[in-house]
């Protein structure tokens, strides 16, 4: 299933947005233009939906419905989300799920519901505030969507949500998880668990995603040969990656994971997860510490790794080359415009001379990076379809 459509009024630096998703989603804008407030959304979801989240808890994570709400937007509106699920992009809607937050004017402020809505196929499943909430609006500081007893009409919809993913690969976190302590982050955003999560993952399908990820790999580090996951029992169990390089010994060299590359270890972390699971998967700039040469390859490779469980990708990037791939379509591509009123978000494919461009042969990355330059912003805002 892949979140074919979103809707968001008052979100962090947009006041509006509405765009259809596809499998591949490419968030290209300028710094501070919103990708990553975009990608938030969805982890704000699977934050309400997932095993001890919750309305209340996503919101004070992110410092209150004041810190969310566009500073832009007139007075107090609502802050709205509302997403489509629907199996694939060219096929009909599956669900539909709609929240709008509020603030409490008095007492402890609690950011509450002013809906919250949930359509299955064309149906209207569930409509809230409803006669209860109308007699106790406590119940509204409260998601269905988080409650088990409250959610099993659509609790397709809250499995979907919790299991959405969020990756921002840090190669020293990777490299030295126990230099860094504290708890984990829930998600494991920045991959420290990431030897924990294969290690977790039965032998038959672990064998398989790293030959896979093996392959890949070759493409990046042309002299690494083997890529296999060992467990140290002189060291009491502790979990490694180990890599066997050509070398000029002939049996060739091993090395484990604190002595990859960072961008070899990105690389591992970003395969492994686009092989893990169904649910979207929200990638952070993935070009980070990679050559020019693998950047331009990444969108095959993501394409190749997702095709058998076409899982929805959204991506988050600066890189002209990852754009150059003349596979990245204009209804694929998003781009984020910042304007005092709040970031506006709009398909390559609605501007027409990003079209004729493309249409001479020109890529995404040619046509679309000039324009998000701060300087040659003004021109996009002259809408143009
Ligand atoms: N509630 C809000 N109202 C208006 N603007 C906000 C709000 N919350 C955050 N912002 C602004 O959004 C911007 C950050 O956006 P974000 O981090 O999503 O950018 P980005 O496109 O990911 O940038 P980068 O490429 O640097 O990672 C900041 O300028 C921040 O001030
Ligand atoms: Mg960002």
């Not at 509020?102 to 359509?119: D, H, I, M, N, S």
């Not at 007699?135 to 919790?162: G, K, Y």
């Not at 990431?194 to 039965?202: A, D, P, W, Y």
């Not at 994971?257 to 169904?278: A, I, K, M, Q, Y």
Request: charged share 30%; net charge positive.
């Amino acid at each position: 299933m892949i979140v074919s459509h979103i809707t968001l009024k008052n979100w962090r630096n947009f006041q509006v947005v509405d765009v259809p998703l596809g499998d591949r989603v490419f968030l290209v804008g300028p710094n501070a233009s919103g990708k990553s407030n975009f990608l938030d959304a969805f982890r704000f979801l699977r934050d309400i939906a997932k095993a001890g989240g919750g309305l209340q808890r996503a919101v004070g994570d992110r410092g209150g419905l004041s810190k969310i709400r566009c500073l832009a937007a007139r007075r107090y509106p609502d802050v709205e989300i509302d997403v489509t699920l629907s199996s694939s992009p060219d096929n009909g809607i599956k669900w539909r799920y709609a929240i709008g937050m509020k603030q409490q004017t008095r007492g402890a402020r609690k950011p509450f519901l002013a809906y919250e809505r949930v359509w299955q196929d064309a149906n209207t499943i569930l409509d809230r505030p409803d006669d209860e909430d109308r007699r106790d609006a406590e119940r509204l500081t409260q998601t269905h969507l988080e409650q088990i007893s409250a959610n099993v009409d659509f609790r397709e919809v809250a499995r979907f949500l919790e299991s959405v993913s969020y990756l921002h690969v840090v190669p020293q976190l990777i490299r030295h998880p126990r230099a860094f302590t504290g708890p984990g982050l829930p998600g494991d955003p920045f991959g420290r668990s990431l030897l924990e999560r294969i290690g977790k993952t039965n032998d038959r399908t672990k064998r398989s995603r790293l030959k896979k990820i093996e392959t890949a790999l070759r493409i990046a580090v042309p002299q690494l040969k083997k890529l296999s996951y060992v467990v140290d029992s002189a060291e009491g169990g502790i979990p490694h990656l180990e890599a066997v390089y050509d070398h000029w010994r002939p049996q060739g060299a091993k090395q484990r994971e604190s002595e990859f590359s960072d961008g070899t270890l990105r690389l591992v972390g970003l395969l492994w997860s686009l092989l893990e699971r169904e649910a979207p998967l929200l990638l952070e700039e993935p070009e980070l510490s990679l050559n020019a040469a693998i950047v331009r390859k990444l969108p095959a490779l993501i394409h190749r790794m997702t095709r058998k469980n076409r899982r929805q990708v959204l991506i988050s990037t600066h890189s002209a080359e990852l754009l150059s791939d003349k596979g990245v379509g204009p209804d694929e591509t998003l781009l984020l415009v910042p304007s005092p009123e709040g970031t506006t978000v709009r398909r390559a494919s609605e501007y027409k001379d990003i079209r004729d461009l493309l249409e001479g042969g020109l890529s995404i990355g040619d046509v679309a990076l000039p324009r998000i330059d701060p300087e040659n912003m003004q021109q996009l805002l002259l809408f143009e379809t």
